[in-house]
């Protein structure tokens, strides 16, 4: 049998159906924050990631999907969203537009190719976000508030908002001096990963998973000890932002993230529940305020996150907030006989446009086997359908929680389930 490929996985039943409420929910959220929905192809030139997320970066040196197409061109799947929609914010000239600063929003798969475990995919999912144009200290705030509230509204107690910052440029490469003269000596106990972070980008040593227990990682000098005043005084107004909204974070100096844009916040989320496993970061995100010109725009800040939403669905699961989508069917019709199928489709017909979620049995089931097809459905009326209601348009309606059953005729059907279902919904 043909199985599908390593680290990807199918979407059906009610883990589509919570997919699909959590996608809405996103969506409503956005629209409460004022953010523009963005979507961007699903492959790229590879020039693309190797200039936008970083030639050094684990994600471009080991784990994107890359192919060359028919016309020999050097194209890669996206492994993030950030790249791509800088380069439709330069290539569609946003930055021109009248309202600025430009906000928006996507959802959609990444690919990666990753050792494929517990909340780690080799085809997944992000809801992001992308703020160009401002460099003040509230985009950063409103940008980290926004999984925090996302997290909130579905439920999660255990999240843990852990930030940094990395500075601006100048007080960056001071820190990558300090850190380069401090583990010279050092070099020969670092991992053979962190050897070549030396080389190429030496804060990352700092966040290495293998080394992070030894004394010389601890003793390292820390970011603060770098930062000019610039610098410390945007992360001072992140932090009081933050206060601002009740929002509760933890400084973790060792925080750097993964990808090479970043500049000034970083931060992630975690969430903070026992036995969820390693793969425990819900989101990350920060300020990348040199990546729109080093893509080949004109000088822009930026700042953004993005969370996986497969993680987000696990960690739903594990403090026991699934269901998370409450959409039941509605009615559920019933055809007797053969000869009053055609009436049953068009009663389900007219309900379904006038908004009621409606379902009519396709499997000739006798009557007795409906009502169970209906409970299973969950359903809260049942219109059955017979000789008597096709002659006289007059429907018989069972109330499927209280069991009751009254008549209706055609013409007082919908009234009846607007004031009788519409009101619940
Ligand atoms: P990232 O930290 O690489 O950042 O990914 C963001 C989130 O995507 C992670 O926290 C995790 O939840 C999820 N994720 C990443 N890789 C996988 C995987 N293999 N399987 C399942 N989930 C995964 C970015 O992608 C940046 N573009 C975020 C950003 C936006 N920064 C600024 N703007």
């Known amino acids: 049998m043909i199985q599908k490929p390593k680290g990807t996985y199918d979407v059906y039943g009610n883990y589509g159906k919570n997919l699909l409420y959590l996608r809405d929910l996103i969506q409503t959220l956005m629209e409460k924050y004022n953010y523009q929905y963005v979507r961007t192809p699903m492959f790229e030139s590879s020039e693309l990631y190797h200039r936008g997320v970083g030639e050094t ?23 993030e969203g950030t790249a791509g ?31 494929p475990q517990s909340g780690r995919f080799r085809e997944f999912c992000q809801f992001g976000v992308e703020v160009f144009g401002t460099s003040d200290p509230l985009a950063d705030a ?7 509230n996302l997290y909130k509204l579905l439920g999660l107690k255990g999240i843990k908002v852990n930030i940094n910052t990395l500075g601006d440029i100048e007080s960056r490469k001071k820190y990558r001096e300090t850190l380069l003269e401090y583990f010279k000596p050092y070099l020969n106990c670092l991992c053979e990963d962190c050897q070549k972070r030396y080389e190429t980008n030496p804060l990352r040593i700092l966040d290495c998973k293998i080394d992070k227990d030894l004394d010389i990682m601890k003793n ?3 970011i603060s000890e770098c930062l000019n005043d610039v610098s410390k005084k945007h992360f001072a107004k992140v932090k009081e932002y933050l206060s601002a909204m009740d929002i509760d974070y933890e400084i973790n100096e060792n925080l750097v ?12 989320v975690e969430a903070n ?24 725009g004109p000088s822009t800040c930026g700042v953004g996150f993005a969370t996986g939403i497969e993680r987000l669905m696990t960690a739903l699961e594990y403090e026991n907030k699934l269901p998370i989508s409450n959409n039941s069917l509605d009615i559920y019709v019933i055809p007797m006989e053969e000869n009053q199928k055609n009436y049953s489709l068009k009663i389900t017909n007219i309900l379904r446009m006038n908004g009621f979620n409606c379902d009519v049995d396709t499997m000739n089931r006798n009557l007795k086997s409906n009502f169970k097809q209906a409970d299973r459905l969950n ?11 096709l002659n006289n348009k007059i429907l018989t309606i069972k109330n499927n929680v209280t069991k009751e059953e009254i008549k209706i005729s055609e013409e007082e059907l919908i009234e009846f389930f607007d004031q009788n279902i519409a009101s619940e919904n």
């Open 142 to 148: 409103e940008v980290i508030s926004i999984p925090v």
């Open 257 to 268: 993230r993964g990808l090479d844009y970043y500049t000034h916040t970083v931060f992630e």
């Open 220 to 222: 390292a000098p820390k």
């Open 85 to 115: 929609v800088v380069r439709s914010f330069i290539e569609n000239k946003m930055y021109g537009e009248a309202s600025q600063p430009i906000k928006c929003w996507y959802y959609g798969t990444m690919y990666r190719y990753e050792r």
């Open 379 to 389: 359903c809260k009326y049942i219109i059955i359908i017979g000789e008597e209601e």
């Open 273 to 296: 529940v026992e036995g969820f496993g390693s793969q425990n970061v819900l989101c990350g995100g920060g300020r990348y305020d040199s990546l729109v010109e080093t893509i080949g």
């Open 57 to 79: 970066t684990d994600i471009v040196s080991k784990e994107t999907y890359d192919f060359i197409d028919r016309g020999d061109r050097n194209m890669t799947l996206r492994p």
